[in-house]
């Protein structure tokens, strides 16, 4: 008889998008020291999770998702332009208010070997090429429940306008979503 376990915890993936053009242009003076990062609206992120753990908000910057206590929760970003031009580094994910249900959040990194990546020498992208490519997450366990509100603390970089290989920072900005943890 196959006894099927059921683990008590689950990884919850946040894909945090941000369009950079919305950032640069209304907040174009934005602080340089990553301690003290410039204050945005909501209007310029957009975060996915799971639909099982959205409560609301699913696609804006007030996401409000549910988690459990021992989660593992991985945040990971982007720019509109997957990186390409603009870039976006999630540097820091701190508490503010409420209850705290996060841990410490760190960088990890996963490298797979044959990763997919599309054929440039075909029209469509297919037959897929691999390559080898490292993926960052920040990620924290949950510790415990509550509702947190906290700051996403993000670095954005533009291209170099006198060198479009090099991506030089633009500035420090933060915003501030919630969880949920029941």
Do not use: C
């Not at 007030?62 to 593992?72: I, P």
């Not at 990971?76 to 994910?93: F, G, L, P």
């Not at 510790?143 to 533009?158: D, H, I, M, P, S």
């Amino acid at each position: 008889m196959d006894l099927e376990l059921n683990s008590s915890s689950q990884e919850i993936d946040v894909l945090v998008v941000i369009d950079t053009d919305y950032v640069k242009s209304n907040y174009p003076n934005p602080s340089q020291d990553p301690n003290n990062p410039t204050g945005i609206d909501h209007n310029s992120q957009h975060m996915i999770v799971s639909n099982t753990n959205a409560l609301s908000g699913q696609g804006t910057a007030d996401l409000n998702f549910s988690a459990k206590a021992g989660d593992e929760v991985s945040f990971r970003s982007t720019s509109i332009s997957q990186n390409s031009d603009d870039a976006v580094i999630i540097y820091n994910i701190k508490y503010w208010s409420g209850d705290q249900v996060f841990n410490t959040f760190v960088y990890d990194a996963v490298t797979r070997q044959q990763a997919v990546v599309p054929n440039y020498n075909s029209a469509n992208g297919l037959p897929a090429n691999t390559a080898n490519i490292t993926f960052s997450s920040f990620d924290s366990k949950v510790r415990n429940t509550g509702t947190e509100n906290f700051y996403v603390q993000f670095a954005l970089y533009q291209l170099d306008p006198n060198n479009s290989n090099n991506q030089i920072l633009f500035g420090y900005y933060y915003w501030d979503p919630t969880i949920t943890v029941k």
